[in-house]
Every structure is written in structure tokens, then in C-alpha cells.
């Protein structure tokens, strides 16, 4: 079946410090693929999205690819905020499913 | 335009009772998916419903149900409450059932079986 690997977490980086966290999928058609984050006490918000290979999604200075060949798409931001510190959810869509990884938590120091 | 509405936010129940869990969508979205996240087992798919007809369903069993009204409106319903059953479930709208749709997710509602 559909999986997804995240990287484990915690993150704990310092404000301005490049952030990536890793995600690798298996699935057996052509799914799109997400990431989403959440907020203490909150539901998931959509952070970012890449419907086919070489698509790059990006939002709030984050961004990922779709890499078709190396089954992964990774969450990248060049400078990081307090802001930014929440949990992290890859996921991907197929079957008329969202198929979640295990979630990242980042936080990030002022 | 308002998200998705969850009520109510917190619940508490007794082992062996039952719960129904409410969840209005985003003006215009006809898909509903709803979501159980814990912390041992994350985030797990229950079931989607679109146009009143349940279209997908996740690896749960009988005691997890639902519905979907004429007006996209859901209702999720789990029978004889068990304590694994705690868990905050995750309400998402889409404005179609398809591969490539955003789901948008609702705050969610905190169960606590007790």
C-alpha cells in the first residue's frame, strides 16, 4: 500500500537557519503530494502542493519538489522563523486519500 | 468565506457510550473526509463521503460511521466507545473528489474516553 516516510524529529534550529526535512514516498500510481502544518491545538493547514514530477511547490519561503526518481519530496526553507515552529506532515493523495507521514516537530530558537 | 466547522471542539464520554461528531465544509465543497490522529498511530484515513455516498473507506471497524446530508453537511458516529478511541478527529473539505483536490481541515474534535 501508499506510505510515507518523514524524517524523525524533533528539529530545534536557531532563527535565519536553513531547514530541510526529508520525505520519501511509495506509492502505486501517480499521486500529488503535500505538505501540511500544524499549530498547537489546531487542525492541518496546507502549506504546499506538487501534482507531477519536477513540480516545484512553494509558499511562505518554503518549497519542494517533486522528485519522481528518488520517490521524495522535501520541505526547504532558507531562513527560519519563531513562527515557523509547528508540526510538519508530508503526505500524499491517491485513491481518494490522504496518506500521512508521522509528522516533524520544529522548533525554532529565538 | 467561512472553513470548515467542527463541533463541538472537546468531548468527553464513558466507555461504551457513543458520540457523534459534526462537521460543516467550506461553502461550495461537496467532498468530506474525516481523520483520526493519535499519537501512537499519527494521522489515519476513516472515510470520504461525496455527494451523500460514502466513496472511500479506511481500515477502521463497524463501530466508525457517518453520513453526509444534502447540504454536504457530515456526521461521524462511533458506537461503544473504547479507550483507544481518544483521539482528536480531523474533518477535511474539498470542492471535488479527485486525485489532485486540496483538502481543507477543520480544528478538529478532541475525544476523551474515559
Known amino acids: 500500500g501508499d506510505s510515507v516516510t518523514q524524517m524523525e524529529g524533533p528539529v530545534t534550529l536557531s532563527e535565519e537557519a536553513f531547514l530541510t526535512i526529508n520525505c520519501t514516498y511509495t506509492?502505486?500510481?501517480?499521486?500529488?503530494l503535500f505538505w501540511y502544518v500544524q499549530y498547537p491545538g489546531e487542525g492541518l493547514q496546507l502549506l504546499l502542493k506538487a501534482t507531477k514530477a519536477d513540480d516545484k511547490g512553494s509558499n511562505k519561503g518554503f518549497e519542494a519538489t517533486y522528485r519522481k526518481e528518488t520517490t521524495s519530496f522535501h520541505l526547504e526553507k532558507g531562513s527560519v522563523q519563531v513562527s515557523d515552529s509547528a508540526v510538519y506532515f508530508c503526505?500524499?493523495?491517491?485513491?481518494?486519500?490522504?496518506?500521512f507521514g508521522s509528522g516533524t516537530q520544529l522548533t525554532v530558537l529565538p | 468565506k467561512a472553513g470548515v466547522t467542527q463541533t463541538p471542539r472537546y468531548l468527553i464520554k464513558t466507555r461504551g457510550q457513543q458520540v457523534t461528531l459534526s462537521c460543516s465544509p467550506i461553502s461550495g465543497h461537496r467532498s468530506v473526509s474525516w481523520y483520526q490522529q493519535t499519537p501512537g498511530q499519527g494521522l489515519q484515513f476513516l472515510f470520504e463521503y461525496f455527494s451523500e455516498t460514502q466513496r472511500n473507506k479506511g481500515n477502521f471497524p463497524g463501530r466508525f460511521s457517518g453520513r453526509q446530508f444534502s447540504n454536504s453537511r457530515s456526521e461521524m458516529n462511533v458506537s461503544t466507545l473504547e479507550l483507544g478511541d481518544s483521539a482528536l478527529y480531523l474533518c477535511?473539505?474539498?470542492?471535488?473528489?479527485?486525485?489532485?483536490?486540496?483538502?481543507?481541515f477543520g480544528q478538529g474534535t478532541r475525544l476523551t474516553v474515559v
Open positions: 503526505a500524499l493523495s491517491d485513491r481518494r486519500q490522504l496518506t
Open positions: 506509492a502505486t500510481g501517480y499521486p500529488s
Open positions: 477535511a473539505s474539498s470542492p471535488s473528489s479527485g486525485l489532485n483536490t486540496e483538502a481543507f
